[in-house]
Antibody, heavy 121, light 108 residues
Framework: EVQLVESGGGLVQPGRSLRLSCVAS????????MHWVRQAPGKGLEWVSG????????AYADSVKGRFTISRDSAKSSLYLQINTLRTEDTAFYYC??????????????WGQGTLVTVSS | SSELTQDPAVSVALGQTVRITCQGD??????VSWHQQKPGQAPVLVMY???NRPSGIPDRFSGSRSGNTVSLTITGAQAEDEADYYC???????????FGGGTKLTVL
């Protein structure tokens, strides 16, 4: 069974940085693209970033380009999201999701349970 | 604003059929996936590709397309189908992803 467990969220002041993690199990991590998707409280889903199986292709939503960095570590079966210069509008649940194939342009599922990032002074 | 447009809310009587739509120019070129989200839970994939259901999704869920509009149809809606539904596809550039704004389905 595929399991995705996110961590690293919490209450952070504006301007600070944070690194989110997602530990994957139940599948061969190296064979699949991975994604981050966020959801502000009470709002809809927003795709944030995707990374191909070998990190050769990476993409970001325009809203986060330049501040967010996605990465993966095959030895740890882990996906990461580095968030710099946090803004109040970054407050959201952050979900990781497994790609259906090697490239981030393939559809994605399932999703983890998410980790909440709250940006506030 | 999203490149994919969904009706904010739809209601259906128990056991009846409901169609949830997603409209966008990129849908002429790319497939859509549909994700169901119940309160306090992570989204769950219910439809992907041309008309494919993941394992465990009831066959009352089906998909269709007409031009730039894709639909998720629930035939014989059940109380447990009450949820938010999001369509998801590539954006107009083809190199990024976008979600529709979501449709809140109420089963009466």
């Amino acid at each position: 069974e595929v399991q995705l467990v996110e961590s690293g969220g919490g209450l952070v002041q504006p301007g600070r940085s944070l690194r989110l993690s997602c530990v994957a199990s139940g599948f061969t991590f190296d064979d699949y693209a991975m994604h981050w998707v966020r959801q502000a409280p009470g709002k809809g889903l927003e795709w944030v970033s995707g990374i191909s199986w070998n990190s050769g292709d990476i993409a970001y939503a325009d809203s986060v380009k330049g501040r967010f960095t996605i990465s993966r570590d095959s030895a740890k079966s882990s996906l990461y999201l580095q968030i710099n210069t946090l803004r109040t509008e970054d407050t959201a649940f952050y979900y990781c999701a497994k790609g259906s194939g090697r490239y981030y342009l393939d559809w994605f599922a399932p999703w983890g349970q998410g980790t909440l990032v709250t940006v506030s002074s | 604003s999203s490149e994919l447009t969904q009706d904010p809310a739809v209601s259906v009587a128990l056991g009846q059929t409901v169609r949830i739509t997603c409209q966008g120019d990129s849908l002429r070129s790319y497939y859509v996936s549909w994700h169901q989200q119940k309160p306090g839970q992570a989204p769950v994939l219910v439809m992907y590709g041309k008309n494919n259901r993941p394992s465990g999704i009831p066959d009352r869920f089906s998909g269709s397309r007409s031009g730039n509009t894709v639909s998720l149809t629930i035939t014989g809606a059940q109380a447990e189908d009450e949820a938010d539904y999001y369509c998801n596809s590539r954006d107009s550039s083809g190199f990024s992803w976008v979600f529709g704004g979501g449709t809140k389905l109420t089963v009466l």
